[in-house]
């Protein structure tokens, strides 16, 4: 057998393996639901639900379901082509379903089988000040199945009469009729979509009065369907043109937050500062290698300790040496500390107060630090001071932060007073909804804030940490221009050769601040490729750095310091009775 045998071999087999379950698999669907409302003289409702199955696989209960507030009675069921199966009825606390049940239960197979429901619903009709009021869901929401529905509402007098409001979602296959005393509604409808209707009908058709009155008159009725109704019309405008609507919604996002980009957000240039150095040779400024990392990648550095301990040995606080074992030692001096910032100082005191005969051995505590909670108390302490330290410089501007927040919670409440102002209190233009919102929600989160943003974030400005419409200020951009020049001439190959450090001490001073800015094990590499000229002390820096780096707490480190209504209101979409669904199980 050749190799393309085997492989069509394999091909089948692996799609038969994907086929089949799906086609074996148990499932239902509901060809037909026919449902007729016949409202009584007395004010009860005699309702006969005839429900068309088909059946692919073991079913052993056929059922419908309804809320705990509906009032039935003389409640009974069978089956078409079996008249003897079993009916039970559940209440709330006896059902799967946590609602009333009407149960059809036998053994159920592979066939199309039509379930059959009666009932009479004794408090559907509601007494108001000068009429009666039928307002209901008269097909469930809780129908999980697309279908054909025909619904009947059978009234004692003519329907002429009366005044009533259709709450349907769509007009697929939508079609009423009256005749004489009859209403008939005929609607394909959605999974998990429901037909409402609120009907005010004339005392007259009664011979008594319900038991279950409301106190608000017709006009009352008349008054928010009217509103509901201009409400509703926004809404199908607005899902009759939601190709515009979707793209001008999106078109905001992405022209504010360009515009706030473009004005608060990107950098200072060059010209706008007086600045056009390329290399910095020197340090630019006499800020501590942490601070310095906040200048050049405007974030905390992730080699914080590794920082501190190479700035404190390069200072002469401490010195380190190897041991026979080659475990990393740090060894205290007499410097005294008086001059240090509360940050150097905190881990300072932490290390010498550790000290075993004034020597601290790193490389059998650095794993132990972690779980030492003093150790995190000095860390908290460190993280504290650079974070005060960055707001009292002010390093970035505010504005742009403040106008990208607002734009972005606006733009979120546009779509949430969309909501609630034209589809509150229904679920029936769910669908709708949901093939509008999710492309809007998902190109403003994603495309705009995560892909562009953040893609721009990492080329440009070197991964920093905050919003990129927190620029610098115009004097810090200078430092921060000087300090990525700096960075730059450190790890540029070319430059070092062509034009090394004035002094062979300056490589120390280097070493520490490429320990910031996560470039140690660069510079490392750039002095071994060119063999340059740098002292024993150096070699011995590089070495500490490059242990260091390797110890990043990063537990802490930058996300820490970087910045419907209740039964028989007066109208509105899903604000009456009614409601519950059919299934097979």
């Not at 379930?115 to 097909?139: P, R, V």
């Given at each position: 057998m050749n190799k393309k045998s085997i492989f069509l071999i394999i091909t089948i087999i692996f799609t038969l393996a994907l086929i089949l379950p799906q086609v074996s698999a148990k499932y239902y669907s509901i060809e037909n639901y026919n449902i007729t409302y016949n409202i009584q003289e007395n004010t009860q409702i005699i309702?006969?639900?005839?429900?068309?199955?088909?059946?692919?696989?073991?079913?052993?209960?056929?059922?419908?379901q309804k809320p705990d507030d509906i009032i039935i009675s003389e409640y009974n069921g069978y089956i078409e082509k079996d008249k003897n199966a079993e009916f039970i009825f559940k209440n709330k606390n006896e059902s799967i379903s946590g609602e009333k049940e009407l149960i059809?239960?036998?053994?159920?197979?592979?066939?199309?089988?039509?379930?059959?429901?009666?009932?009479?619903?004794?408090?559907?009709?509601?007494?108001?000040?000068?009429?009666?009021?039928?307002?209901?869901?008269?097909?469930?929401?809780k129908?999980?199945?697309?279908?054909?529905?025909?619904?009947?509402?059978?009234?004692?007098?003519?329907?002429?009469?009366?005044?009533?409001?259709?709450?349907?979602?769509?007009?697929?296959?939508?079609?009423?009729?009256?005749?004489?005393?009859?209403?008939?509604?005929?609607?394909?409808v959605k999974s998990n979509e429901y037909i409402e209707i609120n009907m005010l009908i004339p005392n007259?058709?009664?011979?008594?009065?319900?038991?279950?009155?409301?106190?608000?008159?017709?006009?009352?009725?008349?008054?928010?369907?009217?509103?509901?109704?201009?409400?509703?019309?926004?809404?199908?405008?607005?899902?009759?043109?939601?190709?515009?609507?979707?793209?001008i919604y999106t078109l905001i996002g992405f022209i504010g937050f360009y515009l706030i980009w473009r004005f608060f957000g990107k950098e200072y240039s060059k010209k706008e500062v007086n600045y056009f150095g390329e290399y910095e040779r020197d340090l630019p400024s006499k800020h501590d290698p942490i601070q310095a990392n906040y200048f050049?990648?405007?974030?905390?550095?992730?080699?914080?300790?590794?920082?501190?301990?190479?700035?404190?040995?390069?200072?002469?606080?401490?010195?380190?040496?190897?041991?026979?074992?080659?475990?990393?030692?740090?060894?205290?001096?007499?410097?005294?500390?008086?001059?240090?910032?509360?940050?150097?100082?905190?881990?300072?005191?932490?290390?010498?107060?550790?000290?075993?005969?004034?020597?601290?051995?790193?490389?059998?505590?650095?794993?132990?630090?972690v779980m030492d909670l003093e150790f995190k108390k000095v860390q908290k302490e460190i993280f504290e001071y650079y974070k005060n330290w960055k707001t009292e410089q002010e390093l970035f501007e505010k504005k742009g932060n403040i106008y990208f927040s607002l734009l972005f919670f606006g733009y979120i409440a546009i779509y949430i007073i969309f909501i609630s102002l034209i589809f509150s209190k229904?679920?029936?233009?769910?669908?709708e909804i949901a093939y509008m919102t999710i492309p809007m929600i998902y190109i403003f989160i994603i495309s705009i804030y995560l892909k562009i943003f953040t893609t721009f974030q990492k080329l440009v400005y070197k991964d920093r940490s905050t919003f990129l419409s927190n620029r610098f200020t115009k004097k810090n951009r200078v430092l921060n221009l000087k300090w990525m020049n700096f960075n730059r001439y450190i790890t540029d190959f070319s430059q070092i050769k062509k034009y090394p450090p004035r002094h062979v001490i300056l490589w120390e001073k280097y070493i520490v601040y490429a320990t910031a800015f996560g470039s140690a094990k660069k510079v490392n590499k750039i002095i071994k490729a060119h063999n340059l000229n740098v002292s024993s002390n150096t070699t011995n820096m590089m070495f500490l750095a490059t242990y260091t780096t390797s110890i990043t707490y990063t537990s802490l480190s930058n996300g820490s310091i970087s910045g419907s209504g209740s039964s028989g209101s007066a109208g509105g979409f899903g604000g009456g009775m009614g409601g519950g669904g059919a299934g097979a199980r």
């Open positions: 309702v006969n639900e005839a429900i068309t199955y088909y059946l692919n696989g073991s079913f052993t209960e056929l059922y419908i059809l239960k036998g053994n159920f197979s592979n066939e199309q089988i039509t379930a059959y429901f009666e009932y009479t619903i004794e408090n559907a009709i509601l007494d108001i000040n000068d009429s009666h009021q039928f307002f209901y869901k008269i097909y469930g929401e129908t999980n199945k697309s279908t054909k529905t025909n619904i009947q509402i059978i009234l004692p007098e003519d329907i002429n009469n009366t005044t009533y409001f259709m709450h349907v979602f769509n007009k697929d296959n939508y079609k009423i009729e009256e005749s004489k005393n009859i209403l008939s509604i005929s609607k394909n007259t058709y009664f011979t008594q009065k319900s038991n279950y009155k409301k106190e608000y008159t017709s006009k009352d009725v008349l008054k928010i369907e009217n509103k509901l109704k201009k409400k509703l019309n926004i809404g199908l405008f607005v899902l009759e043109h939601k190709k515009i609507y979707l793209l050049a990648n405007g974030r905390f550095t992730k080699y914080w300790f590794g920082s501190i301990i190479m700035d404190l040995v390069n200072q002469k606080y401490l010195n380190f040496e190897k041991d026979k074992n080659d475990d990393l030692i740090l060894i205290k001096t007499n410097k005294k500390i008086d001059i240090l910032n509360s940050a150097y100082k905190s881990l300072y005191n932490y290390i010498t107060k550790k000290m075993i005969n004034n020597r601290y051995n790193l490389t059998k505590n650095k794993f132990n630090l229904t679920n029936l233009i769910a669908p």
